[in-house]
């Protein structure tokens, strides 16, 4: 090929240099970022993992959006800084008789549109959440048969059976009061759209998918809040919501994980923030079938678990171990049990009286989100001479087979994790305990008779002895492998300042920023 | 030409019947969006309550029948988790998908284009080698990894653009480049092979030979000829880049139709999945026919066959 054919040297940098004008012009018209840093004085900017399903709080039960509406709404019900239930929307409440809960409301309480929250808007919030046409995922009121009115600012709940925590339930979203009148006007789509509650921020504008704006309610009944404007900003890539705080695009990075946590190290002008968290992890294992069904079995496992050195190294300390299923914070926490002790002398002592001192395989499943942990679990058993054979499934599988009504779907044993929201023991045992319940693979009477007490009384002291005694059968029968409850991990901008709370939701009423 | 354009309209229509009935079927073996809307104490009555509320309870070829006279309105059904029509989601997250598809396109053409042609025509030089080096670094780096770095780089360390997120037009500049990077690698590579062969033909010498200068011959003889598998590669990237980049969007936290997408997935949204299914296909059939018939504008001997 002769050197006439081909363009001459300009002629090249003349097609180069158009390529390279349009990328710097791209480049100058945007040298001003505009990641909200003109307003960053008064706005606070939070990042969730994921957008929000929906806004209407009785409509949703997944983490992000409750994040942003515990924002937007209040509950009848509330838990303080320090985990105590305190009063939110009802100042007081008292049980009337065993299916009859009398709630006491605030005066004075209007919703953002200026409609009244009165006894006829909590009943009507309570009958809306319980109609099956709302199709709610929330299910912690599915005792609650009703709600009268008994004056404006009086109304009772009625159940069908006992619930004694029924109070600890409306500090969560089942006790989310919404405006009847704006709900009757607009209609359900409207209210999801652009919700009107009656809790601290106002609903400002939702761009789906990237941010979600709240401005301070200015007429908000426990103060208007110093935070002028808060954002949430959806960064699914927890790379980029790190990026995102170091370049001062957001203030406070939720669902940290401790690797990411690490990752972030000492760098200046923000800290990693380490919340205790309620969430408990623990491994079921199958008691009806295969070795797992010898008790001995069950309690040698537990003894070869280094449950500490998991929680050093696996999760770079970011847990606190649990004697058993219930966290140290819920009521019927007993401090006097202890868990069960690491010693692998004993778990081979235990395994060989039990006629397994060869070991056995076994499997062990879990979502591919706690896979570190699970590996782990299966090298301290290995130990022991017990081979562990690790499924990862992806987490919606896993929660598929989780709730499946084959309870042996995930095989003989599953790491799990379950979060008690109520700080009430009850919500940690009820799903895995008593032996008709969904997730259940124990059957003792004994266990039964238990659960049946504390979950049926409105007496705090006996149903702390049951949960005492359900504790220490826990530890005898050992019909799971103990393990942690996990902290909550931000990383948060020093700019901000501002107390997380045990159960995880981002409630920003109270935080403030620093001028600087 | 009007014959052949049915054909192909009609084969559109087919594949779009075929893939919605699939999609149908498959998306219920991929597990339970009640399940999924749940938490895990909810109890079997409660679960059976919620199935039967949102429908799912009916035969399932009662659905099907449902689900494919909706179709013909329009009508993809309610998705189970946003509460709304799944067809009004998808098109919210159209335009930006489409802004973002359009600039890394942009940014494709105007790197892949003159990288292909200097390649081409300093073929066997340290040029070529050089350009062709960098098109393989581009096509083999994974978008979630320069992503990052571009983030890391003009975001956290010189500030001068934003790390994710969408509002204006700097936004858009790291996504488009981590988007189009790989296209604009393949794109040179094949310019460059389908324009040495075209250089190599007798009528370029005839136009050299009659005295064109070099541009004018690589321009007007060369590139013309050479730009028919490009035109169909391009059409193909269009396609993809409206079907969502799902690992671009993810990083950069740009709500389009990929990210929609795993989001349908990880519920189990059953409507939401089918209606992003369907509507990544009809992109791609659509893109597939608008190559097609601008073939047969381009080169009038594909209308024979």
Request: one cysteine or more; a neutral charge; aromatic letters at 8%.
């Amino acid at each position: 090929m002769s050197d006439r054919v081909l363009p001459t040297r300009r002629d090249v940098f003349r097609i180069g240099g158009l390529a390279a004008a349009t990328v710097s012009l791209g480049a100058c018209a945007s040298t001003k970022p505009s990641g909200g840093q003109a307003d960053a004085s008064a706005a606070l900017r939070v990042s969730l993992a994921a957008d929000a399903t929906t806004l209407d709080p009785h409509k949703q039960g997944d983490l992000p959006s409750m994040n942003v509406l515990i924002n937007i709404f209040d509950t009848l019900t509330v838990r303080d800084t320090a985990d105590k239930l305190v009063g939110g929307l009802a100042e007081r409440w008292e049980s009337k008789d065993d299916t009859t809960w009398r709630f006491h409301l605030r005066k004075n309480v209007t919703f953002h549109n200026g409609e009244p929250c009165d006894a006829a808007a909590v009943a009507y919030s309570i009958e809306r959440l319980i109609d099956p046409d709302t199709r709610s995922p929330i299910v912690e009121l599915r005792l609650v048969t009703g709600a009268k009115v008994i004056d404006p600012h009086t109304v009772d709940l009625l159940t069908k059976e006992p619930d004694p925590i029924l109070p600890a339930k409306l500090s969560l979203f089942g006790g989310v009061i919404v405006p009847p009148g704006y709900i009757k006007e607009k209609g359900d789509q409207a209210f999801a759209e652009h919700p009107v509650g009656t809790g601290p921020f106002t609903f400002e504008g939702w761009q789906r998918d990237s941010q979600i704006t709240l401005k301070a309610n200015p007429k908000y009944w426990n103060g208007k809040p110093t935070i002028e404007r808060l954002t949430f900003k959806v960064m699914p890539d927890p790379s980029s919501s790190l990026a995102a705080l170091q370049s001062g695009e957001v203030d406070i990075v939720t669902g940290l994980t401790p690797d990411a946590a690490e990752q972030l190290g000492q760098a200046p002008g923000f800290k990693v923030v380490t919340s205790p968290g309620v969430r408990t992890y623990f491994v079921s294992l199958d008691t009806e079938e295969g070795p797992l069904k010898d008790k001995r079995v069950r309690q040698a496992l537990n003894h070869a678990l280094d449950v500490d050195a998991l929680i050093t190294s696996v999760l770079n300390g970011a847990a606190e171990r649990t004697p058993t299923l219930i966290p140290r914070q819920a009521f019927g926490f007993d401090p006097a049990i202890q868990p069960i002790p690491h010693d692998l002398a004993k778990a081979k002592s235990l395994l060989a009286e039990a006629g397994h001192d060869g070991g056995f395989a076994v499997k062990l499943s879990s979502s591919t989100a706690d896979k570190d942990v699970v590996q782990a679990i299966a090298g301290q058993l290995a130990q022991v001479g017990i081979k562990v054979e690790v499924e990862l499934l992806d987490p919606a599988t896993f929660k598929g087979r989780l709730v499946s009504d084959n309870r042996k779907a995930l095989g003989a044993m599953y790491f799990v994790g379950n979060s008690g929201w109520t700080m009430d023991a009850s919500s940690n045992l009820q799903s895995f305990v008593r032996h008709d319940r969904r997730q259940s693979r124990w059957n003792n009477p004994k266990a039964d008779e238990l659960i049946d007490k504390e979950e049926q009384s409105v007496d705090q002291e006996m149903r702390g002895q049951a949960f005492g005694e359900l504790q220490k059968m826990l530890i005898d029968e050992a019909p799971f492998l103990y393990l942690y409850q996990a902290s909550i991990l931000y990383a948060v901008s020093d700019r901000v300042q501002w107390k997380t709370n045990a159960n995880g939701t981002l409630a920003m009423a109270t935080a403030r920023l620093t001028t600087s | 030409m009007i014959r052949f354009v049915g054909k192909r309209v009609g084969h559109t229509l087919l594949v779009l019947f075929c893939v919605a009935t699939v999609s149908f079927f498959i998306v219920r073996l991929a597990g339970d969006p009640v399940q999924q809307m749940l938490p895990p104490e909810a109890t079997a009555e409660q679960e059976a309550a919620l199935r039967a509320s949102l429908g799912f309870d009916r035969p399932l070829l009662d659905q099907y029948v449902s689900y494919m006279t909706g179709l013909l309105s329009l009508d993809f059904g309610q998705s189970v988790f946003f509460h709304r029509p799944a067809f009004e989601i998808i098109l919210e997250r159209l335009p930006l998908t489409i802004d973002l598809a359009v600039a890394a396109m942009a940014f494709t053409l105007i790197v892949a284009i003159p990288a292909g042609i200097i390649a081409a025509v300093r073929r066997g030089t340290a040029t070529d080698t050089s350009v062709m080096a960098s098109v393989l670094v581009g096509q083999s780096t994974p978008a979630f990894w320069v992503g990052i770095l571009l983030i890391l780089i003009f975001a956290v360390n010189l500030r001068w653009l934003p790390a994710s997120g969408v509002g204006s037009p700097a936004h858009l500049v790291l996504p488009a480049i981590t988007l189009g990077l790989y296209s604009a690698a393949m794109i040179a590579r094949l310019l460059r092979s389908s324009l040495i062969d075209v250089l190599g033909e007798d009528y370029i010498r005839t136009a050299r030979a009659k005295g064109l200068s070099g541009v004018r011959t690589v321009a007007s003889h060369g590139l013309r000829n050479a730009a028919l598998p490009v035109v169909t590669v391009v059409g193909l990237e269009v396609g993809s880049l409206l079907g969502g980049a799902i690992l671009t969007e993810q990083v950069f936290s740009w709500p389009g139709i990929g990210r929609l997408t795993v989001e349908a997935i990880t519920y189990r949204d059953y409507p939401l999945m089918q209606a992003t299914v369907l509507f990544l296909a009809a992109v791609f059939v659509i893109v597939n026919l608008i190559v097609d018939l601008s073939y047969a504008l381009l080169d009038p001997r594909v209308r024979l066959t």
